[in-house]
């Protein structure tokens, strides 16, 4: 309208609160969810690296067995007994793969309060910034001084780009396809994986510091891309509407959504957002920084849409996925055998090429992940993470239970150790077609705008908190932690961010599958009788669309 910003309206028809799915949405959400690969990679490359035999030698000074010894199969022969204490000690091994993970935690849960200030799009560019200098470091390291302090740079590198890719993709996606779509961030996971066993795999005979440094300086590829791309992206709509810039909100949320800025679904969607906000500002008050955080754990937890039990069951969720169980034979979770692979399956002295098993096993993970892209949305959010769990407990016990029989190493039987690696990738299948992307996908949806940077920044911050604790204790091998199913999760499958607001209000856990939406945020609000005006740094005030439109016109004649 000349003269005047656009003036927009909500509607009662809870069909229409969202764009049609278009190619356009698909490949910005693909393209998000290549952070991933920062996180896969960098827990692929580092379990290859602490069994090769250069890297051995380098950071410990001890000489190659074949140097000292002569080659022999006897296990009381000196070169048996010099080989069994060639690798890294436990406390070296502990320390740089968990340092990482203490990094993430940290720089997840800053990543929120980062993101609500500069936007979702320039956070994670900043991440990739840090990440690179974690990686010079990396790369140059000769000894464990400096690589602890570039695992650590890196770390709060990769703790923003895990944090944010979650939230920016969640806020961005359709939510007829959301779920598959943020489930392909744990693809990218797995593809991260997998590209860091073929490096590693075609570098472990290398008798120089390629075979270690060609791994870790392939990561800065990933970071390139990243930011690039992010660079040219669309920031998050649902960002600008937090900031009150209304009119850069609906440019946005035109070109996610592949339409027109006067389209009419973009009219209705965009004021579905305006209004949740508006009703969750009510609700959840920002006064203070301090209160901001507060405002995460509020209510009670008993009550289904209090902010604590939506925090809660973010960082449930995301613990439970790290903490998927470890047999009494040896702690067999996911990231163990994604970070100690190698090192684990030399232990069993019954493996000629730990190596390749390793890279099994990720292709496992690769394979299985894209099962989810059907499930979750076929099936839901609950569904496949109770399912996926049961299956997880019957895979860890059948390992448990080999483990500590037939399959010891002094029974020297190779049938049974070929069970237990066909049943860990049992548990891994299960593991990456359920809790693997799901976990990811829940803890986007839950959270209402005024605290949702910070509230995924805190779940992320837990997975990274227990994977830094299971990175510490594994190589001592005194993990007993066994997993268990959070029946506490609300089902948000084909519900737009807004409705899961309102779900989570109105039904339990276990009801939460049939609950369907029946009104909107803009007719509760007010918003399909009144108008909001699109315009940067405008207060927000609604008003009878005519006497808006008339204003505008007035104003135009006098102009």
Request: proline share 4%; net charge positive; charged share 15%.
């Amino acid at each position: 309208m000349p003269g005047g910003a656009p003036v927009i309206t909500g509607t009662t028809e809870v069909g229409r609160v969202e764009a049609p799915v278009t190619l356009r949405a698909y490949l910005i959400c693909a393209f998000a969810a290549f952070g991933g690969i920062f996180f896969g990679y960098d827990t692929g490359w580092m379990g290859g690296v602490l069994g090769m035999k250069y890297f051995i030698r380098l950071y410990t000074g001890m000489q190659y067995p074949a140097d000292l010894y002569p080659f022999s199969d006897d296990d009381d022969s000196p070169y048996q007994k010099y080989l069994k204490g060639f690798h890294l000690r436990a406390r070296d091994q502990s320390l740089t793969t968990s340092i990482l993970s203490c990094g993430t935690f940290f720089g997840a849960i800053m990543a929120g309060d980062v993101a609500d200030l500069i936007g979702r799009r320039l956070t994670i560019i900043l991440g990739c910034g840090i990440f690179t200098v974690g990686c010079i470091l990396e790369t140059a390291s000769t000894g464990l001084a400096v690589m602890v302090v570039g695992r650590l740079i890196a770390g709060f590198g990769v703790g923003y780009i895990s944090a944010i890719v979650i939230l920016y993709m969640s806020e961005i996606a359709p939510k007829k396809v959301r779920g598959a779509l943020v489930a392909g961030y744990q693809f990218c996971i797995t593809i991260g994986i997998l590209l860091a066993n073929c490096v590693v795999y075609a570098t472990q005979d290398r008798d120089d510091s390629g075979s270690y440094r060609i791994p870790i300086a392939v990561q800065f590829l990933w970071a390139i891309i990243l930011a690039i791309g992010l660079a040219i992206l669309p920031e998050s709509p649902r960002f600008w509407v937090k900031k009150g810039k209304l009119e850069k909100a609906a440019k946005a949320l035109a070109s996610v959504r592949g339409q027109p800025i006067d389209s009419a679904y973009i009219q209705d969607e965009l004021a579905e957002i305006i209004a949740n906000n508006e009703y969750e500002k009510k609700l959840i008050p920002q006064t203070s920084y301090i209160a901001g955080w507060t405002n995460c754990f509020t209510g009670s937890i008993f009550k289904g849409n209090s902010n604590i039990r939506r925090t809660v069951v973010g960082i449930l969720m995301q613990m439970m996925q790290q903490l998927t169980g470890k047999p009494s034979f040896k702690p067999i979770g996911i990231n163990f055998i994604f970070y100690f692979g190698v090192v684990f399956f030399q232990s069993l002295n019954t493996i000629k090429n730990p190596f390749l098993i390793s890279l099994i096993t990720t292709l496992v993970n690769v394979c299985s992940t894209p099962i989810s892209f059907y499930t979750v949305e076929r099936l839901g959010r609950r569904k496949i993470l109770i399912f996926g769990a049961g299956g997880m407990i019957i895979a860890q016990f059948i390992v448990g239970i080999v483990g500590v029989t037939a399959g010891r190493e002094s029974q020297h039987n190779n049938s049974a150790v070929s069970a237990m690696i066909a049943f860990i990738c049992f548990n891994i299948s299960f593991f990456a077609a359920s809790w693997g992307p799901a976990a990811w996908v829940v803890i986007g949806e839950i959270f209402p705008l005024p605290i949702r940077s910070r509230g995924v920044g805190i779940s992320t911050s837990s997975n990274w908190f227990w994977n830094c604790i299971i990175s510490v204790i594994t190589p001592y091998l005194v993990g007993t932690d066994k997993n268990d199913a959070n029946l506490g999760a609300k089902e948000t499958k084909g519900l737009s961010l807004e409705q899961v607001d309102k779900m989570m209000e109105e039904v339990s856990p276990r009801k939460s599958a049939g609950w369907k939406p029946y009104t909107t945020f803009a007719a509760e609000m007010g918003l399909t009788q009144t108008g909001v005006v699109v315009e940067n740094d405008a207060k927000i005030e609604t008003a009878p669309v005519e006497e808006i439109r008339q204003s505008f016109e007035e104003k135009a004649i006098t102009q």
